[in-house]
């Protein structure tokens, strides 16, 4: 990918001052967005810019000035596929984390990064646009909602329960032994722990697991999980993600979804 050299240098942007250093992070990231795309388009996958890069997108035609990472979406059975391909793909030092490429990783969303680690090499500069620390951008998974309510509901049940569990465990409230906290989860939502793992990484496997215990096969809504259980919001109509428009995004395009109104009332209110 190429900038002008300007670019990289520091900037006031809507009264803000974005370090040359900020700069080089963003077109690091642009990089790695323009592989994801890449491996995309050969798997007929769809992606759209979401959270802060939608709004940056839409509302300042690129980054928001005070804002410095790169948030993509995809379908749960869009990005299934391509976590299979992904690290085949992309060029060597790249790295795949997410619960199922890295089972002690503690988020549930996918992270794409072009490094592991600090490099200062004149070699691994060039190749970076002068960034020499960890770049990467995130993709949030939408989940499938059940059409059925009290499926719904009883799977939002499951995962406060396995919440809960979590910060109980981490404040000492009941005991970290791997058999009473499998049994405990396994009465309440028919899920076994990992017992290879941390307590707490087993927990986060389940929760990972009931996120996407539903394939979606009727459903009309999408979510973002997380923000779903705890407050029963994030919900958009998967038709939002049928189609895609391109808009500026800096010096590039970027994909979005043509329901990006609604879509940022949704997440945002009045954005």
Known sequence: MQFDVTYFENEIREDFFIPGM???SWGMQMEILEKVDAICRKLD??????YGTLLGAVRHGGFIPWDDDLDICM??????????????ELPEGYRVINLDTEPTYDNFLTRITNCSGINTSAEFLRANHGFPFVAGIDIFPLDYLYPDEALEEERRSKAIYVYGLIDKISDGSISADKNIVNKLVYDNTGYNIDKKYDIVASLLGVLNRIFKEYDGADSEYATVMPFWCAHHNH???IHYFDKRIQVNFENQ????SPAYDEYLKNAYGNW
């Open 235 to 237: 919900k958009f109509p």
């Open 45 to 50: 996958i769809k992606w759209f810019a979401d």
């Open 22 to 24: 900020v700069k080089r």
């Open 75 to 88: 379908l749960r059975r869009d990005l299934d596929r391509f976590v299979k391909v992904a690290q085949n």
């Open 253 to 256: 395009k970027i994909w979005v």
